[in-house]
């Protein structure tokens, strides 16, 4: 996927606008972390186009001293936040050296697993490597969809243990 200048993945206005969307980013640190905290570090973070699981909220990172970076792209602002893994997205294209955002890293286009939609970059150095995806691409899961995953797992993990 090509980004064009009137995707919805950009911010509706050039400057950088606050995300709404997604409730982990409009938290206030917290002194101490809680119940609630670790709840929200389990979210799972999915493709806004299909709702396939991406990453989820623990594996955010901070990438020069930042979880969220806004760049300019092609007249517009483009919005993201970086993770440590995403096992629902995957590499397409080669490894660019050029015009990276993050000096010193090189990066590969990432789309969904699952629909194909382009939700940001891979980027690698000699050292380490993150995903940056733009937050207009990821939801955060809803309660409900939690509670019928966790219900979900645990018929599972009873049927696994109780094989008839």
């Known amino acids: 996927m090509i980004f ?4 919805s993945i950009f911010p509706e206005s050039r400057s950088y606008a606050k995300v709404e969307h997604l409730s982990y980013l409009n938290r206030p640190p917290a002194l101490f972390e809680d119940e609630e905290d670790e709840a929200l570090a389990q979210t799972r973070l999915l493709c806004a186009a299909c709702n396939h699981p ?5 594996e955010k990172t901070e990438i020069f ?3 969220d970076h806004a760049f300019p792209y ?6 993201l936040g970086c993770f440590m893994n995403a096992p629902g997205s995957i590499g397409v294209e080669r490894i660019s050296h050029g015009y ?10 990432q789309l969904c697993e699952n629909c194909n939609t382009q939700l940001g970059w891979k980027y690698m150095s000699q050292d380490d490597s993150f ?3 733009v937050f207009n691409t990821l939801r955060e899961e809803t309660e409900k969809e939690r509670q019928q995953r966790f219900k979900k797992e645990a ?7 109780n094989p008839e």
């Open 131 to 133: 995903y940056g995806f």
């Open 74 to 79: 092609y007249n517009q602002m483009v919005q």
């Open 100 to 109: 990276s955002w993050f000096r010193g890293y090189a990066w590969q286009i």
């Open 4 to 7: 064009e200048k009137d995707d």
């Open 155 to 161: 018929t599972t993990k009873s049927e696994e243990n």
């Open 54 to 58: 991406i990453t989820t909220v623990a």
């Open 65 to 67: 001293g930042r979880h």
